[in-house]
C-alpha cells in the first residue's frame, strides 16, 4: 500500500473507531509496562492498538462478553512487542480468539510403533502459524502477575514469520544472526542450570520446553519485568531490546 493511502486509512480508523478515553486510562491505570512508556509511545501504542482492533477479529466464545474496556486492554497488550515494528508484523492471520478460562484442545500424534496416542493439557494461549491467536480471558485479565500471556503469544506470533516457532524471528539488517544464536542459547543454558540446582528461576521455566518457548518467555520478561531480564542476562537483554527496537532501560 502507498505510503499516501495508508496514511489516509489509519487516519480514517482512528476518526470512526477510536478508543473511548476512558477505556484508555483504565489501560494505563492497570498496566506498569505501558506506563513506563515516554507520552509519544503511548500515543503510538494507542494508535496501534485502535488499528488492531479495526484490522483482527476478536472472538469471544462459551458466553465470554467482551466490552469495549476489555477490547482495548487485550489490544494495547498484544501491540506492545510491536510498538517499534510496525502492524505489518502481524501480517498473514486475522483473529483472536478468546475463551472464558483455560480451554483443553485434543492433540493426536503416533508413536513410532505406529500406535495413535490423544492427550488433553489445559492451556492459557496458543498461536498458529498463519491460524488465530487463542486465549484463555482468566490470563489475559491478570496479564503483569510475573507472566503476561498476550506478550507471550504475540512473540510466537512474531518468531513464525520466519516459519515455526523456533526462537530465530526475522532479525533486522544490522542485527547478528550468529550472535543471537549464541547469546539465546548460552542464556537458556544458564536457565537450565539455575533450575537445575534449585536457585529461584529469574524466568519462568517453561521457557525450558524448546527455543520457541524461550524467547517468548523471554520476551515477557523483557516487557514486564526488564531489570530482572537485564540482570540474569544483559546479553540476552541487548538482543531483544535490538530485535524490538526499544530504548534500553536507565540504570
Same mark, same amino acid.
Given at each position: 500500500?502507498?505510503?499516501?493511502?495508508?496514511?489516509?486509512?489509519?487516519?480514517? !480508523?482512528?476518526?470512526?473507531?477510536? !478508543?473511548?478515553?476512558?477505556?484508555?486510562?483504565?489501560?494505563?491505570?492497570?498496566?506498569?509496562?505501558?506506563?513506563?512508556?515516554?507520552?509519544?509511545?503511548?500515543?503510538?501504542?494507542?494508535?496501534?492498538?485502535?488499528?488492531?482492533?479495526?484490522?483482527?477479529?476478536? $472472538?469471544?466464545?462459551?458466553?465470554?462478553?467482551?466490552?469495549?474496556?476489555?477490547?482495548?486492554?487485550?489490544?494495547?497488550?498484544?501491540?506492545?512487542?510491536?510498538?517499534?515494528? =510496525?502492524?505489518?508484523?502481524?501480517?498473514?492471520?486475522?483473529?483472536?480468539? !478468546?475463551?472464558?478460562?483455560?480451554?483443553?484442545?485434543?492433540? $493426536?500424534?503416533?508413536?513410532?510403533? =505406529?500406535?495413535?496416542?490423544?492427550?488433553?493439557?489445559?492451556? %492459557?494461549? $496458543?498461536?498458529?502459524?498463519?491460524?488465530?491467536?487463542?486465549?484463555?480471558?482468566?490470563?489475559?485479565?491478570?496479564?503483569? $502477575?510475573? %507472566?503476561?500471556?498476550? !506478550?507471550?503469544?504475540?512473540?510466537?506470533?512474531?518468531?513464525?514469520?520466519? *516459519?515455526?516457532?523456533? =526462537?530465530?524471528?526475522?532479525?533486522?539488517?544490522?542485527?547478528?544472526?550468529?550472535?543471537?544464536?549464541?547469546?539465546? =542459547?548460552?542464556?537458556?543454558?544458564?536457565?537450565?542450570?539455575?533450575?537445575?540446582?534449585?536457585?529461584?528461576?529469574?524466568?519462568?521455566?517453561?521457557?525450558?520446553?524448546?527455543? *520457541?518457548?524461550?524467547?517468548?518467555?523471554?520476551?515477557?520478561?523483557?516487557?514486564?519485568?526488564?531489570?530482572?531480564?537485564?540482570?540474569?542476562?544483559?546479553?540476552?537483554?541487548?538482543?531483544?531490546?535490538?530485535?524490538?527496537?526499544?530504548?534500553?532501560?536507565?540504570?
Amino acid at each position: 500500500m502507498l505510503p499516501f493511502l495508508s496514511r489516509w486509512r489509519e487516519r480514517r !480508523i482512528l476518526r470512526h473507531h477510536p !478508543i473511548a478515553e476512558a477505556d484508555w486510562l483504565a489501560v494505563l491505570a492497570r498496566s506498569e509496562p505501558i506506563r513506563r512508556l515516554d507520552a509519544s509511545d503511548q500515543a503510538r501504542l494507542r494508535v496501534l492498538a485502535t488499528l488492531l482492533l479495526h484490522d483482527k477479529s476478536l $472472538e469471544p466464545v462459551q458466553g465470554l462478553e467482551l466490552d469495549p474496556g476489555k477490547r482495548a486492554w487485550l489490544a494495547a497488550l498484544a501491540c506492545l512487542p510491536i510498538l517499534k515494528l =510496525g502492524m505489518h508484523w502481524y501480517r498473514g492471520w486475522h483473529s483472536f480468539v !478468546i475463551y472464558p478460562d483455560t480451554f483443553v484442545p485434543e492433540r $493426536e500424534y503416533v508413536d513410532e510403533a =505406529g500406535v495413535v496416542h490423544r492427550h488433553h493439557t489445559p492451556l %492459557h494461549g $496458543e498461536a498458529w502459524e498463519q491460524g488465530p491467536v487463542i486465549l484463555a480471558w482468566e490470563a489475559v485479565a491478570r496479564a503483569g $502477575e510475573s %507472566h503476561n500471556v498476550v !506478550i507471550h503469544e504475540m512473540a510466537h506470533k512474531l518468531d513464525m514469520l520466519n *516459519g515455526g516457532a523456533n =526462537g530465530f524471528p526475522p532479525l533486522h539488517a544490522r542485527m547478528n544472526r550468529r550472535a543471537w544464536v549464541r547469546v539465546l =542459547g548460552s542464556a537458556f543454558r544458564q536457565l537450565e542450570q539455575r533450575v537445575r540446582e534449585g536457585y529461584p528461576p529469574p524466568l519462568d521455566p517453561y521457557g525450558l520446553e524448546n527455543p *520457541g518457548e524461550f524467547f517468548a518467555v523471554a520476551s515477557e520478561a523483557f516487557f514486564e519485568a526488564p531489570r530482572r531480564l537485564r540482570n540474569f542476562s544483559p546479553e540476552l537483554y541487548q538482543q531483544l531490546s535490538l530485535f524490538y527496537r526499544q530504548r534500553p532501560i536507565a540504570e
